[in-house]
């Protein structure tokens, strides 16, 4: 799959000329075959239905791009990225994609995929921290399909919760990775084979984002991959996030220049995962692990048996932010601009000059 060339948006064809995007509604038949049934889901490119496949009869998902962003060409190339990246990755830990096209009628670009059964890591952590056995099946699946992907030069960029599926299957849980939407091709490869990133423009989840894709998502590599897997691993086990902040421009300072709190302080966890973490998300990159199956071996080879006790009681009820002494030591400069960024504006939060 890694050698399978990613076509242009002009090889499967735009919004024909002419057409103007329609919404749908419950009943319409998307691309001559996919009926909508009902509306599941909006996302930030499309919305998400369950229809019936007429031909098999057989259910299915269908996302279809947002009307509102059709006419525009990043947006539309992302879009179809997401399908091709899904569809080269094909594997029990990437959502299957069956079809791609633009609906003719409606002149509304869609994929048609299988319709997953369950609940997204997010939902699942709002009832609380998992175990290190539960929280090691599910970044076992995450690494299997991100190591796949990295091998296909394709890195995800959008790792967090709500991109992670869990689908019950038997007696456990199968998780897949979700949202392609803002992946690119590893540095090196044709420019033109992914969507290309505005200058300065931030992509992904900033809770979730290495300093270096804050700092420049056109230059990342896999190793932001890892660091937005760690930062899940790091909050399945102690039920928050590492990088936590009351404004995007605080929070930005804290994953470029903060220390979070040792997981073993907020939880029980295996002795040596302080380690593992900080490993995860140095900011070296030459120090980080190297690939997702690197780190999987790592995470895997800490002993659960092997426990450390949790803090103190006051730091498991109200976590102090060990930020501040870092920032003392490595003073960060203010961001430019008048007001906090947005997540797609350019920020120099993580500048060190």
Known sequence: MADKPFVSTEDLGATPTGAIAIEPVRGDVIGQRWQLEEFIARGGMGRIW???????????????????????????SRFMFEAQAAAALRGPNVVAVLDFNVDAVRGLPYMAMELLRGEDLARRLERGPLSFEQTLAIIADVCAAIGRAHRAQIIHRDLKPGNVFLLAEGAGAVAKVLDFGIAKLAPGLRAGDSPRTQTGAMLGTPDYMAPEQIENA?????????WSIAVMTYECLTG?????????????????FGTPVPASKLAVVPRGFDAWFERAVNHNLQRRFASAEELLEALRALDPANAGPAGSEDAKAKPERQGPKARSERPCPRPRGPGPPTPTRSTSACSRS
Request: aromatic share 2%.
């Open 50 to 76: 369950r229809a019936t496949d007429l031909r098999l009869q057989e259910t299915v998902a269908i996302k279809l791009m947002d009307p509102a962003l059709v006419e525009t060409d990043i947006a539309r």
């Open 218 to 226: 056109q230059r990342v590599d896999h190793r932001a991959d890892l």
């Open 240 to 256: 928050v996030r590492p990088f936590r902040a009351n404004s995007l421009v605080e929070l930005i300072r804290e994953v470029c």
